[in-house]
């Protein structure tokens, strides 16, 4: 059966992807365009009547005019002249029609394109109870193309479009007139086609957006939200975790007693459950963080959140723009560090690749849970705040200050720039969608666990061979770890990080972080397991218990320094690499991270020695 390719375009905020979850389902898969860092995503569905789609989503673009890499990306794809991606059978433009202002000129722009196009007036629902009424066959006449309503967010939601997709092939649109103003035709076209009356829904939005975007409260609910947000990922996580924790130490169990004592038994108890069962553990952590962000971004709330704090982050040489990327680097700062395409500023846009690797991505959770566990006292203060929630809080407060401080100073470098302007769309306030936000969840989850059972697993696996080999001299005194090849690492570096108040153990683990961060977990739990001499499978998966053991309260919160700056992750720079084009700022970047951390722990460990 033959397959028909249909692309997905539209701009920003239109419920395209919503649209694309609601027809793909779990059947898509993300990864890159050939030579480019623009995300590729596609899927695939069968419609009623049996024919077989392959849906590929665009990204977001508000005009063929490419003023951005992703717009670009777009732009060729839909021209059928991008390297190695064949011209779609056919374009499905989806438009909000809550904002057909901003959104038809767009899809006059796609018409102007001369490729088979339907359009796709999703959100028709919110437009109805916005007071909106859309004459949707005069609309088609005016447009002179299918328009089809779809609502992204609802079960059957695309029925009429899958029925046009089984019909007769759309036609390609009659080209415009040539030299049309496309603003005019536009107000043209709602003149004639769409009637507006006041309805209550505005009027909400008009009383929440006087809250959220006030000048005052406008940044005490932003406080506060984040606030909550890294409460929540230390308390709604805790039970999920010490169940996942009992059951990698059953497992651990179980199959040291049914396994004879040996090289074999090392491997897969001390090697690969030891180092990936402790990053397992930090799953439920990950996928809150994951959930708090999606549910901001579905909502509405984060373009309010960028532009409300435009004027901060004016401070720093930046406009509000640079907030979401930002943001999206708390997750892991690859992505954030890749949304910066959208900021058009060349200078805003490297400022702020080069401060993305300070926010704390969720691959430094692991770390930090560890070690606030081992460390930080478990109680609550004023009887509902937590302690340890209140110094993650602090450990990401830090960070983003920093990331402020450090862009001032690169602002400062340049301070005859002329400041951008911030112009964007507010969307309307939405309630998120539960399937989008599964969907998300699952594919944060799918790509977490597939890197524990890759990188993560050939890391701790290598650093067990490393480890354990090789084996000490008959007679020798101490752990055997202390004659492997890893131990002799260890003690190498040691001169370099003994005055952080690290010891060779955490030098061995911080080498497999320079691959992932959550890895360094792992690694202590394998190097202190097979360092134990007995019981290893336990001492391996109760590293938090055992850790205050081998460490001083000051090591521990130097190594929590550490990590809120150090550059241990290649797939950073990697990316940096390849946004910027350029290894001179890929050394900028790593060179200021570690020179940060390695001040930032000196301090630290030297003042809690003081106290």
């Not at 130490?249 to 090392?266: A, C, E, F, N």
């Amino acid at each position: 059966m033959t397959t028909l390719n249909i692309a997905l375009v539209g701009n920003p905020n239109c419920g395209k992807t919503a649209l694309f979850n609601l027809l793909t389902g779990s059947r898509q898969k993300v990864a890159n365009y050939a030579g480019a860092t623009v995300e590729r995503k596609e899927g695939w569905f069968t419609t009623p009547g049996g024919h077989r789609i392959r849906l590929l989503d665009l990204p977001g673009a508000y005009s063929l005019n490419a003023t951005s890499p992703d717009e670009a990306v777009t732009r060729d794809v839909c021209a059928g002249t991008y390297r190695g991606e064949a011209a779609p059978d056919l374009l499905v433009c989806v438009a909000d029609a809550t904002n057909l202002r901003l959104h038809l000129r767009f899809v006059l722009e796609m018409r102007a394109m001369g490729r088979p196009l339907v359009l796709a007036l999703n959100m028709i629902d919110a437009a109805r109870r916005n007071g909106m009424e859309i004459d949707l066959p005069r609309l088609q006449a005016e447009l002179g193309m299918v328009v089809i309503p779809t609502i992204g967010v609802r079960r059957d939601g695309a029925r009429e479009l899958l029925a046009e997709l089984d019909g007769t092939p759309p036609p390609v649109p009659a080209p415009l007139p040539e030299g049309t103003d496309l603003h005019a035709l536009v107000r043209q076209i709602l003149s004639d086609c769409v009637t507006q009356s006041s309805p209550l829904s505005d009027r909400i939005e008009e009383r929440l957006d006087r809250w959220v975007l006030h000048p005052v409260w406008g940044p005490v609910i932003l406080i506060v939200l984040l606030f909550f947000m890294f409460q929540a990922v230390f308390a709604w996580a805790q039970p999920l975790m010490d169940a996942i924790d009992a059951g990698m130490g059953m497992l651990g169990q179980k199959i040291g007693t049914l396994m004879p004592d040996g090289v074999l038994r090392s491997l897969i108890v001390d090697g690969v459950i030891a180092g990936a069962g402790s990053v397992v553990t930090f799953l439920p952590q990950i996928l809150i963080l994951f959930a708090w962000i999606l549910v901001l971004e579905e909502s509405g709330y984060l373009p309010r959140a960028a532009f409300l704090l435009d004027r901060l982050m004016s401070f720093a040489g930046l406009s509000g723009r640079s907030f979401i990327p930002l943001l999206s680097s708390f997750a892991c700062a690859v992505p954030g560090i890749m949304s910066t395409r959208t900021i058009q500023n060349p200078r805003d846009r490297l400022v702020t690749i080069l401060i993305a690797p300070l926010m704390t991505c969720s691959a430094r959770l692991p770390v930090y849970t560890l070690l606030i566990g081992a460390f930080i006292p478990h109680r609550n203060i004023a009887h509902f705040l937590n302690l340890q929630g209140l110094v993650l809080f602090g450990l990401y407060a830090v960070a983003i200050a920093s990331a402020l401080v450090v862009a001032r100073v690169l602002r400062w470098r340049n301070a005859d720039r002329q400041e951008a302007t911030l112009l964007m769309e507010l969307p309307a306030y939405r309630v998120p969608n539960p399937r989008d936000l599964a969907l998300g969840l699952w594919e944060r989850a799918r790509i977490f666990l597939l890197r524990v059972g890759t990188t993560i697993v050939s890391l701790t696996v290598m650093l067990w061979g490393l480890s354990s080999f090789p084996a000490p001299p008959a007679g020798a005194q101490g752990p055997a770890i202390d004659w492997s090849f890893a131990g002799r690492i260890g003690h190498l570096m040691l001169p370099v990080f003994a005055p952080l108040g690290f010891n060779w153990q955490i030098c061995v683990a911080l080498i497999p972080g320079l691959a992932a961060r959550e890895v360094a977990v792992g690694a202590l739990a394998t190097v202190y397991s097979l360092g134990s001499g007995t019981d290893t499978d336990q001492a391996a998966l109760q590293l938090g218990q055992m850790l205050p053991t081998h460490w001083g309260v000051p090591t521990a919160l130097s190594l929590l320094a550490w990590y809120v700056y150090a550059p241990q992750c290649v797939a950073t720079l990697a990316v940096i690499r390849r946004e910027t084009a350029s290894w001179r700022v890929v050394a900028i970047a790593a060179g200021y991270l570690f020179a940060l951390a390695y001040a930032a722990s000196f301090l630290t460990y030297h003042i809690a020695r003081m106290f």
